[in-house]
C-alpha cells in the first residue's frame, strides 16, 4: 500500500517546482488484472444465485475465473502485479525500492514524471505536459473498456483537488495545500 508520505511529497515537490498535479483513476481496474501475472493459481468463485448448478451427483459447481472480481481474496494483488506490469515493464517506469507505489520516468526531455498509485488512484506529478500526456494516454490504452459503441478510456484523468482523503487546492503563487476538512465532516457526519 501507498505509504501516507509518498503523496505528501509528491505534492510539497510539485509547489517547489511549479509541476502539474493531476489525479486519475483507472476504470473497473479489478476487472482488468491479470492472473497469470501474480502467480495466485486458478480463481474459482461459487456462482451467485441464479446461476448455480450441480452435477449428476447434486454436487454445486464452481466457476473457474478468467478475471478477478471485486471483493475477492486475490483480486488486489493481481490488479497490483498488472499495473506494475505495464508502468515497469512495458512503459518503462521505474518502481522506487523504498516505496513501491512510487513510479519515476525520465522523459525524452529530461523532465521527469513521478506517480503514486493507490489502487487504481492516481496522483501525477509533470512538467512536461505533452511528453507526460502521451504517458497517460498510453496507460489509458492498455486498460480501455469494451463498450458498446467501441472501447472508452481506461483512465480518467483531470487536475488535482483531492486524492486519499485530502483536498488539494493551489493557489496564483503555485503554492499548494493538503486539507482533510470534507473527510472529516464526511466521517463525523455520521455521529
Request: charged letters at 20%; aromatic letters at 8%.
Amino acid at each position: 500500500s501507498c505509504h501516507n508520505t509518498t503523496h505528501k511529497c509528491l505534492i510539497a515537490n510539485a509547489s517547489v517546482t511549479g509541476a502539474r498535479l493531476m489525479t486519475g483513476d483507472i476504470q473497473g481496474a479489478y476487472l482488468k488484472g491479470d492472473p497469470s501475472l501474480a502467480k495466485v493459481g486458478t480463481i474459482h468463485a461459487r456462482p451467485p444465485p441464479g446461476y448455480r448448478t450441480y452435477d449428476d451427483r447434486g454436487i454445486p459447481l464452481v466457476w473457474r475465473m478468467i478475471r478477478p472480481l471485486y471483493g475477492q481474496i486475490e483480486a488486489g494483488k493481481i490488479w497490483h502485479a498488472t499495473l506494475v506490469q505495464q508502468l515497469v515493464n512495458v512503459q518503462a517506469f521505474k518502481q522506487s525500492h523504498y516505496d513501491p507505489c512510487l513510479f519515476t520516468k525520465q522523459m525524452d526531455d529530461g523532465t521527469i514524471m513521478k506517480m503514486v498509485v493507490y489502487v487504481d488512484d492516481l496522483l501525477v506529478s509533470d512538467v512536461s505536459h505533452k511528453l507526460a500526456d502521451a504517458e497517460l494516454e498510453q496507460l489509458s490504452l492498455a486498460f480501455q473498456t469494451p463498450g458498446p459503441d467501441g472501447p472508452k478510456p481506461g483512465l480518467k484523468m483531470e487536475l488535482a483537488s483531492f486524492f486519499l482523503g485530502g483536498n488539494i487546492r493551489r493557489d496564483a503563487k503555485h503554492s499548494i495545500s493538503i486539507s482533510s476538512d470534507a473527510y472529516v465532516k464526511r466521517l463525523t457526519g455520521k455521529y
